[in-house]
């Protein structure tokens, strides 16, 4: 793509309040709505509206009994909050987190086949291994699999869902009422696929879905996180902390991307941007203090154990932090552990330091500002090879109005996002090769 | 419950085009209409209008590739399609078929609970054990397991899924803004499930959902699934050819509720009722025979075939029928089977035959009528001690409108069903005690 058709894409991450872990106590957070469908059904509304890409569900298959005292958990099932917001919008993309480690690939290639149906045509998968331990003993495991196996397994899984995605060729319907003949049964084919973690004969027991195949999307950052993408996903979301940083993983998956025989253009990186908006740089900066005020140390520190697979309970939080394993030895979400590793490394640092300094939103791109500011930094990100567009997460869900009224027309304005939707589906609207 | 406030329930099954195989060729029938959701929406509101008690969603996870030729596959995924349907509609129940022999108890508790949520409290889950042997290879499998082995994993499954759904007490939320306490963690209960088919930790990853737990279904009437239901369900769908068959499954049902220590009106019988409605009775016999003329005895042979688990390609449909092995030894659909041994046993019949004479709609009642003439024999029935209602099934969609205008009405002349909804939850509009 020639840098001067080239156009941002931008995502909404559906929250509960906001992506700060202390949105649901600001003063601007109806407390009643943090469960209720209708606000999902609202913000998506209003993210359509403003010409959003896609809306996004995060997912986890676990949760930490003492967690539920910090903060809201979202709890809605991903297929079918977004099957429900599919029927009262029309454009807008429906991402959903589904892990491979914890489902069939028959029943996942099913429901998102039929979400892309419900919803014409705009359905996504993020596909994720799940790196939370404890999730393991909620389907019969003490452990998760090792990383690599994780992995490996995930690669298979992928390759069986697309083959059921296509076991109904797209003209396979024949509806001729006269001589009874349904469907043509040589375009619907069993897909005999036996691997080492599968076997699965098929066909899919769904017709073709309108993009012939959903969206591939992928979130994990490690070496085969990376890997997958670069062979299966169409966008990969990533947690960027600076712009080296960030421009350094945008050519690194460029590079995989183009290894793996694809264009590099097919592959979008999209890092997590959580953002507070202000009519004022002090005004925006004033909210993000606060939110800073409202969050609990002790909840941070619990997601912190999760995500590097370490026990805290023995520290306190003015401790030394501990020192941390080679990367490859750890069983947990190996680039945020290299992250952390990073700056524990560099020289002694509290427990408490680590999460204050180093770990806002689980170290994400973090801008408080105006909307201008807070386009400049989107622009300077998208312009040098650090980004193809955003993960948008509102630090909080007041901000959400905020970000699509004054952000998205700022870049609209400067020609970074457009003004309206290319088609119907999603693969049209981001401007991707149909499948056929 | 007094017979006086007895009243009749009423569930509405889903199709593309009607419950007769031959439906989708009827010159009544939109081709278009076939696979659109819209066209779901539609009746699912037409059917709350009328104020039905549910929609029903049966379900399998396997397709056989020559049967599509034959007529339509369902298709989408019933908690996609029921989440859907939930947004625009507010008072009828939602029931979606799920096997408890492919998928995992932690994802189905939460997938139904998130629809819970999603519907304001019409969620229903009818649990089957799936019984058509293929579908085991689209799960890692080469054949079924035993089918006292499915029930027996069912029955843990079950259990599984009501710790689950009960691991949230009702008021574990807190929300204090000023404390930073957002639910009590004491009321949230970790499962710690140890069985011989599951171990699962808990707690579920969503709060309680408004009907404290989703209605439970059931839909199998072999001796296993009749007691599975007096344990476990608030209502049975059941297949029944004659009243006489009718009454004597409904007093053993009632009794086996008796016997599982529960009251026998907390567990409702619902027989299919296949059903053609005319304006005149010679009308709806006209309809009945179109259909006939439409269906393809290949097809029904196809269905036939699985359910019995034979394979009947080696025979030609005037060969006699051959013999079936006894109840307990076949691995199939054991009250079908059982059915069909009865016919064949008492005197030489050829395949045809059976497939023609005793094998209309899998043998389920069925009515060609006017509005009086169908609401007769309902009535029979629910007086009788035959039915508690019905799983009503038009045999074509085009006659869903009349059996909503004409049948339902009636119905209500005569005080048998209704004519508002009585609350706002599932479990309120059928008159069940809330589960607190």
Not at 307 to 320: A, E, N, R, T, V
Request: hydrophobic fraction near 40%; charge should be negative.
């Amino acid at each position: 793509m020639s840098e001067a058709n080239r156009r941002m894409i931008l995502n909404l991450v559906l929250s509960n309040a906001g992506s700060h872990r202390g949105a649901w106590r600001h003063p601007s957070t109806k407390l009643e709505d943090i469960h209720d469908l209708h606000h999902f059904l609202r913000l998506a509304r209003k993210a359509e509206a403003a010409r959003l890409d896609s809306l996004f569900i995060a997912d986890g298959l676990s949760i930490e009994v003492k967690a539920v005292q910090h903060g809201p958990i979202f709890g809605y099932e991903p297929l079918t909050l977004l099957s429900s917001i599919a029927t009262v919008t029309e454009r807008i993309g429906l991402i959903a987190t589904v892990s491979t480690s914890f489902t069939e690939p028959y029943n996942l290639a099913r429901g998102f086949a039929s979400l892309d149906h419900i919803s014409g045509g705009r359905a996504g998968w993020n596909m994720v291994t799940t790196g939370v331990d404890r999730t393991a003993a909620n389907f019969g495991l003490e452990h998760l699999p090792s990383h690599a196996e994780r992995y490996k397994k995930a690669r298979e899984f992928a390759e069986v869902v697309l083959k059921l995605w296509g076991s109904w060729e797209t003209d396979a319907l024949v509806q001729d009422r006269a001589s009874g003949v349904y469907a043509d049964a040589d375009k619907v084919h069993d897909i005999f696929h036996e691997g080492p973690y599968f076997s699965v004969r098929g066909a899919l027991n769904i017709m073709r879905s309108p993009q012939g195949r959903p969206l591939l999307v992928q979130a994990g950052s490690s070496e085969e996180g990376k890997d997958l993408a670069a062979e299966y996903a169409e966008l990969i979301f990533t947690i960027q902390r600076t712009f080296e940083e960030g421009q350094h993983f945008y050519a690194d998956i460029k590079a995989r991307t183009a290894k793996a025989g694809r264009s590099p253009d097919s592959l979008k990186v999209l890092p997590g941007l959580h953002v507070v908006v202000g009519a004022t740089e002090a005004e925006a900066q004033e909210k993000a203090r606060e939110l800073r005020g409202l969050g609990s140390i002790e909840r941070s520190l619990m997601s912190l154990s999760n995500m590097l697979g370490i026990d805290f309970s023995g520290y306190s939080l003015d401790d030394l932090f501990p020192k941390l394993p080679e990367p490859g030895e750890a069983n947990a979400y190996q680039s945020f552990h290299k992250m952390v590793k990073a700056v524990v490394d560099q020289r002694p640092v509290t427990i408490r330091e680590v999460l204050e300094k180093y770990w806002v939103g689980n170290g994400d791109l973090n801008i408080a500002g105006t909307a201008e500011q807070v386009a400049d930094v989107m622009e300077h990100w998208f312009r040098n090879g650090a980004a193809d567009g955003f993960n948008v997460m509102p630090q909080l869900n007041g901000d959400t109005d905020l970000f699509l009224d004054l952000v998205v027309p700022e870049l609209q304005r400067r020609g970074l996002f457009p003004e309206a939707y290319a088609g119907r589906t999603l693969r049209e609207n981001l401007g991707l090769e149909p499948v056929l």
